[in-house]
C-alpha cells in the first residue's frame, strides 16, 4: 500500500524532473535561436562587403 507521503515525494520529483527538462529545452532553443542569428548577419555581412567590393572594381 502506497501512503499519502510517497505519492506527495513522487509527485514532487517528478515536477523536478519537468521544471528541469523545460529549463533544458528552453535555453537550448535561445542558444540555437542565437546561432542562427548569427550565422544570418554573417551572410548579410558577407554579401554587402562582395556587393561593395564589386561596385568598387566598377568606378
Not at 7 to 33: D, G, N, Q, S
Request: hydrophobic share 35%; net charge positive; proline share 0%.
Amino acid at each position: 500500500m502506497i501512503t499519502d507521503m510517497q505519492v506527495i515525494k513522487k509527485v514532487i520529483y517528478a515536477k523536478k524532473k519537468v521544471y528541469k527538462a523545460l529549463h533544458f529545452l528552453k535555453y537550448t532553443m535561445i542558444r540555437k535561436e542565437w546561432e542562427a542569428g548569427q550565422k544570418k548577419t554573417w551572410v548579410i555581412y558577407t554579401w554587402h562587403s562582395k556587393n561593395s567590393k564589386k561596385n568598387l572594381k566598377k568606378n
